[in-house]
Nanobody, 125 residues
Framework: QVELVESGGGLVQAGGSLRLSCAAS????????MGWFRQAPGKEREFVGN????????DYADSVKGRFTISRDNAKNTVYLQMNSLKPEDTAVYYC??????????????????WGQGTQVTVSS
């Protein structure tokens, strides 16, 4: 059974930074791509970015490109989301997720089989 646990959310002023962490357990972490998503009230869950199994390739949504960075530490079974230059529109619950298979670089939430419980990020103006 895969378990994903996010941490690091909170309240920050616009222009500030936060780093989210996602600790994984249950299967060989280093074999799988990891994704980050977010969901604002009244909106659909949207892709933020993902990182391949080795950390050598990342993919980001246009809305966060250049501001957010995903990294991973396979020795610690942990993936990170560094968020800089935060904007009020970044306010959302942020989720980490893991696909069911080892293949591809999916952006669609439906391609991910395992999800964390989410952590709230609130950016004040």
């Amino acid at each position: 059974q895969v378990e994903l646990v996010e941490s690091g959310g909170g309240l920050v002023q616009a222009g500030g930074s936060l780093r989210l962490s996602c600790a994984a357990s249950g299967r060989t972490f280093s074999r799988y791509l990891m994704g980050w998503f977010r969901q604002a009230p009244g909106k659909e869950r949207e892709f933020v970015g993902n990182i391949n199994w080795s950390g050598g390739r990342t993919d980001y949504a246009d809305s966060v490109k250049g501001r957010f960075t995903i990294s991973r530490d396979n020795a610690k079974n942990t993936v990170y989301l560094q968020m800089n230059s935060l904007k009020p529109e970044d306010t959302a619950v942020y989720y980490c997720a893991q696909p069911g298979t080892q293949w591809g670089s999916p952006r669609a939430p439906g391609e991910y089989a395992y999800w964390g419980q989410g952590t709230q990020v609130t950016v004040s103006s």
